[in-house]
């Protein structure tokens, strides 16, 4: 094969490695975003979870919105 050739099918390799590279660590980024939300949303319902059931009197006198 030409070098000329060879070059170019190596460069167009390295490419689409880096590429494969580039979406894997947006993906890594995106789980670790994703994990952190999970965390906050997690620690805001359990601060604010009501930890017992309402008996159906207790639910009458609940106000509804």
């Known amino acids: 094969m030409d ?3 060879l070059d170019h ?3 167009a390799r390295a490419r689409v490695l880096l590429r ?5 660590g947006a993906r890594r980024c995106q789980v670790s975003a994703n994990r952190a939300l999970a965390e906050r ?7 604010h979870a009501v930890l017992g059931l309402l008996s159906a009197k207790e639910n009458l006198r609940r106000p509804h919105l």
Do not use: N, T
């Not at 494969?20 to 894997?24: C, L, T, V, Y």
């Not at 949303?41 to 601060?47: L, N, P």
């Open 3 to 5: 070098v000329a050739l």
């Open 9 to 11: 099918v190596e460069a």
């Open 20 to 24: 494969d590279r580039a979406a894997i």
């Open 41 to 47: 949303w997690h620690a805001h319902h359990q601060e």
